[in-house]
């Protein structure tokens, strides 16, 4: 059994208060050892999760695990690194599917499903998909266990209006007007650190899987 270690975190904690290359590069070892922490925490996670998404069997979590180098060049944050590990576990920007996500970091930590900000294509399905089957959409984000994880959808960049190619007084109206169909679930640093934690992770996502399944349904 794999767990995150307290040391992982320790190291994101210094990495916060010294965010810069040479105390990076000095403590190199620390960061490799971490990140391979993480990796095989993630293996055992995504061999949980494939119990019941079979498609996550063909993940893996060194592939999955996203780079803590950060993208500098249009950031006005010149953080060389990022201070989490983040890892998609199909779901990504611009995505065209939906998936899972995990972001570890010190009293930040989260997990998300659903689709990020997908292609405009994309989201037009989407908002078709939940025009026509709206009882089907509600069924699955009211469901009692979905409800208690996720009470409400993401509500970022929310358009003001319906879409265009949309009836005004179309009754899912307030869920054609998202741009992102994200649900996000807050974790405690003991969640992440707990020694069941691939267990007790994979039964949140499990929860997400109808959701993801309603979202992919017009790209099958």
């Known amino acids: 059994m ?22 990076f590069n000095e403590n190199k070892a620390v960061y490799t050892q971490s990140q391979e922490n993480v990796i095989a925490f993630l293996d055992e996670l995504i061999r949980e999760m494939s119990g019941f998404d079979e498609e996550l069997g ?24 990022k201070t989490n590990f983040g890892a998609s576990l199909g779901m990504g920007k611009g995505s065209q599917k939906g998936g899972y996500y995990l972001h570890m970091e010190p009293g930040k930590s989260f997990l998300a499903g659903g689709i990020y900000m997908p292609e405009s294509s994309v989201l037009k399905e989407v908002r078709k ?5 709206g009882d089907d959409f509600l069924k699955i984000i009211n469901n009692k266990d979905f409800k208690k994880h996720f009470p409400e959808l993401d509500q970022d960049d929310k358009l003001k209006k319906i879409p265009q190619g949309f009836e005004k007084e179309d009754p899912m109206g307030e869920y054609l007007k998202l741009k992102n169909f994200i649900v996000v679930y807050s974790l405690k640093d003991e969640e ?14 499990k929860v997400m899987k109808p959701f993801n399944d309603f979202l992919n349904t017009p790209f099958q």
């Open 192 to 205: 992440v650190l707990d020694k069941n934690a691939a267990k007790n992770l994979a039964k949140i996502f």
């Open 58 to 81: 063909k993940i893996e979590g060194k592939k999955s695990l996203f780079r803590i180098y950060r993208d500098t060049r249009f950031s006005k944050d010149k953080s060389p690194y």
């Open 129 to 133: 998909e939940i025009s026509l089957y």
């Open 2 to 23: 794999t767990n995150i270690k307290p040391e992982t975190f320790k190291f994101l904690k210094q990495l916060t208060a010294n965010n810069n290359r040479e105390w």
